[in-house]
């Protein structure tokens, strides 16, 4: 069997990067386990896009977590250049839209020069000042940083798996014995499960019968839109057995590579 010392589940931004820090500081065999076809097919590529200045962070109970987002920011944008993925250095306003949370900007403000900002970097507009910058936007106050900047997280993610990949971390997905011992778990069906097999696309089954369920690549050159198909052969639900049966799947195949 093919062992590894670190096995993180989840492929997003999160997973992908430990692989990468890992793999790149220390000789370990790790394994980055997603249930999709792909990496950061969920919320990594369904966020805003902005990568922050720890101005939110507290200077002193985060002061750890808030070095590494000053200092991780610029090597995104370094990774961003590298790979041609675009990013946008517009700058971000946090609005307030009360007395009491321009108390908790007053206080980001104080954080966020700790943390690194200057006077330059970061400040406090009134309500005419955010206004002037943004005219469709009503508030109390508004805290601006202009060293906030605009990516693509699915893309970026991407690359780091691909130098994750060049420091040897595997990436396994849906494997072909999860089709093995289908049957056995969903009953009989109407398709052609060799057919199912070659595609891909997964099987599940509820009280109320079973369905089908297939994840597209992206639609178009930025990995932020893709279309979850499902054909329901009775079934309600949305595919939930299927993370027990990929798990067993995934493990199950490294077994039998262990035998070969
Ligand atoms: C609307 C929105 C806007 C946001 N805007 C920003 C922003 O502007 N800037 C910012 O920094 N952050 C933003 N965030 C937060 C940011 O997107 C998340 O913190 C980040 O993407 C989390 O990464 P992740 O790797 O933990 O999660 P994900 O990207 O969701 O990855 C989790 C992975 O785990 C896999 N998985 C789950 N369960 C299993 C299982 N049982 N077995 C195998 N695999 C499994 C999933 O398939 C998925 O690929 C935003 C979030 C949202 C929702």
Redesign the pocket.
């Known amino acids: 069997m093919k062992k590894y010392d670190i096995a993180i589940?989840?492929?997003?931004?999160?997973?992908?990067t430990i692989s990468y820090w890992l793999s790149n500081l220390y000789d370990l065999k790790i394994c980055v386990?997603?249930?999709?076809h792909d990496?950061?097919?969920?919320?990594?590529?369904?966020?805003?896009?902005?990568?922050?200045y720890p101005f939110y962070l507290n200077s002193k109970l985060k002061k750890n977590f808030a070095r590494a987002a000053f200092l991780s920011h610029g090597m995104w944008k370094v990774l961003a250049a590298e790979k041609k993925i675009p990013w946008v250095q517009g700058g971000t306003i946090e609005i307030a839209l009360d007395e009491s949370q321009h108390k908790i900007l007053e206080k980001y403000m104080i954080w966020g020069k700790e943390n690194g900002l200057t006077e330059e970097e970061i400040s406090i507009l009134d309500h005419n000042q955010v206004k002037q910058k943004e005219p469709n936007v009503d508030c109390y106050s508004g805290l601006y940083c202009t060293k906030e900047g605009?990516t693509n997280?699915g893309l970026l993610?991407h690359a780091v798996k691909e130098l994750s990949e060049n420091n040897g971390v595997d990436f396994l997905d849906v494997p072909d014995s999860y089709y093995d011992d289908l049957e056995n778990r969903v009953g009989k069906i109407d398709e052609d499960m060799k057919m199912l097999k070659k595609l891909k696309i997964l099987v599940d089954k509820d009280d109320d019968g079973y369905l089908l369920q297939l994840f597209t690549k992206p639609i178009e050159d930025r990995p932020t839109l893709f279309i979850e198909i499902i054909q329901r052969k009775g079934s309600k639900g949305f595919g939930q057995g299927n993370?027990q049966a990929?798990?067993e799947a995934i493990e199950y195949e490294q077994g039998k590579r262990g035998n070969l």
């Open positions: 589940i989840g492929g997003g931004v999160l997973g992908n386990i997603d249930k999709e990496v950061a097919i969920h919320a990594s590529t369904r966020n805003s896009g902005v990568i922050h605009s997280y993610t993370f990929l798990f």
